[in-house]
């Protein structure tokens, strides 16, 4: 089982830009294929992006594609979410997870969840 830790989340305006980690441990971090999700109030836990274990491969849903970079530092044990240009509509807790895939049942070992607010 591996433990999942986020942080950077925070209150920015509109066209702002935050980075979102999630450090690792207990595990094999380097292995591990990872992802982002986000769930807003009276919403159900959407899918934000994925990479895999070695980070040459990588997913993003349509509503953040391009603004959103995922990332893995295999030596730091750590997950990374650059967020850029962003929405108000991007306002939820974001979580990350191991495994790969769009669905939440492709994962396991979620975190606790960090806060994203944009004000518009």
């Known amino acids: 089982q591996v433990q999942l830790v986020e942080s950077g989340g925070g209150l920015v305006q509109a066209g702002a830009s935050l980075r979102l980690s999630c450090a690792a441990s207990g595990g094999i971090f380097s292995s591990y294929a990872m992802g982002w999700f986000r769930q807003a109030p009276g919403k159900e836990r959407e899918f934000v992006a994925t990479?895999?274990?070695?980070?040459?491969?990588?997913d993003y849903a349509d509503s953040v594609k391009g603004r959103f970079t995922i990332s893995k530092l295999n030596a730091k044990n750590t997950l990374y979410l650059q967020m850029n240009s962003l929405k108000p509509e991007d306002t939820a807790v974001y979580y990350c997870?191991?495994?790969?895939?769009?669905?939440?049942?492709?994962?396991?070992?979620w975190g606790q969840g960090t806060q994203v607010t944009v004000s518009s």
């Open positions: 990479i895999n274990w070695s980070g040459i491969n990588t």
């Open positions: 997870a191991r495994g790969w895939g769009i669905s939440a049942r492709d994962y396991e070992d």
